[in-house]
């Protein structure tokens, strides 16, 4: 036991002893990270946020025994394996909060007037093919929602109607939770009983998406500040892209948003966060109000 309490004594302070040698984060470090970061990313971390930037940066620092912020960025722009790497710090810098049906009100417009409206549009030209697109979907929930939607309401009014559901997000760690489709009591806090026994296999304090919806959707890694990507994304008839404008400053929602309306099609609806909007960002879109809610319209 004293072998082992000596071990375990040794291992702290050697943990200890790496985050204590990590330099301090200098003004000059933190203007240098945020721009590497907003160059990769368009997210941009304001002054007051510069404690947050360090704290997260810190951790991954410590785990890759560096010893300082200017070593860790210099391996970033340097090392073959930087592009690896990137990852881990997406993962680092990003804030994933949400649950299923956290936007009810924009889910109830989807069911009982977009969709409806978009596939009598779409019948005019032969068989439709509904294309949605969660742009920052984290771990899932969002995309599943929407499959949640779409299966009980509907399918039974449109059993023509074939749907695809895209969700994207640039963190891996998320989008792997999500394509697994298991999720803990937090993340359903928010769904209806009826929808949690229909549609989820229960396990004690496990939630598992059930097959029918898990197939209506895929997941995949997506930098919406990456113009290449963007380009790939197109064909969409309804994006939800929440509260991600809150991250970029001007400069990146004006160019996000231009390329998220490139990716609608004519007709399209864009459902953005309840604290965003596109005023001063875009002039593109038309304003569709809801109950409870509104959305923007690609006419």
């Not at 969660?134 to 009980?152: L, P, R, V």
């Not at 963190?171 to 359903?188: L, R």
Request: net charge positive; proline share 3%.
């Amino acid at each position: 036991m004293t072998f082992l309490n000596n071990t375990i004594t040794k291992q702290e302070n050697s943990l200890q002893n790496k985050q204590k040698v990590v330099s301090v984060f200098s003004d000059l470090a933190f203007e240098n990270f945020r721009k590497y970061i907003y160059d990769n990313c368009g997210i941009y971390f304001q002054d007051n946020k510069k404690y947050l930037l360090e704290s997260r940066l810190q951790k991954r620092i410590s785990y890759l025994n560096m010893e300082s912020y200017d070593e860790y960025l210099n391996f970033l722009k340097t090392h073959p394996g930087s592009s690896n790497e990137k990852k881990y710090l997406y993962e680092a810098i990003t804030i994933n909060e949400t649950f299923f049906f956290r936007n009810q009100p924009q889910l109830d417009a989807i069911a009982s007037t977009v969709l409806p409206e978009i596939i009598a549009y779409k019948r005019k030209t032969g068989k439709p093919k509904i294309r949605i697109w969660s742009a920052a979907s984290s771990s899932g929930e969002e995309a599943y929602s929407i499959g949640i939607i779409i299966t009980d309401l509907i399918k039974p009014k449109f059993p023509d109607v074939e749907f695809e559901i895209v969700g994207t997000d640039i963190n891996h760690a998320v989008i792997d939770t999500a394509k697994e489709g298991k999720f803990k009591e937090y993340s359903i806090r928010n769904t209806p009983v009826y929808y949690l026994k229909k549609y989820f296999i229960a396990d004690g304090n496990n939630f598992e998406v059930k097959p029918e919806i898990k197939k209506m959707v895929s997941f995949k890694i997506a930098n919406l500040f990456d113009d290449l990507t963007m380009k790939t994304m197109g064909g969409f008839d309804i994006i939800f892209c929440a509260n991600v404008l809150i991250y970029f400053d001007m400069k990146s929602k004006i160019r996000v948003v231009s390329n998220l309306y490139n990716s609608l099609n004519k007709g399209g609806y864009f459902f953005i966060g309840y604290a965003e909007t596109l005023h001063m960002i875009s002039k593109a879109f038309a304003l569709v109000s809801f109950p409870k809610t509104i959305g923007y319209k690609k006419e």
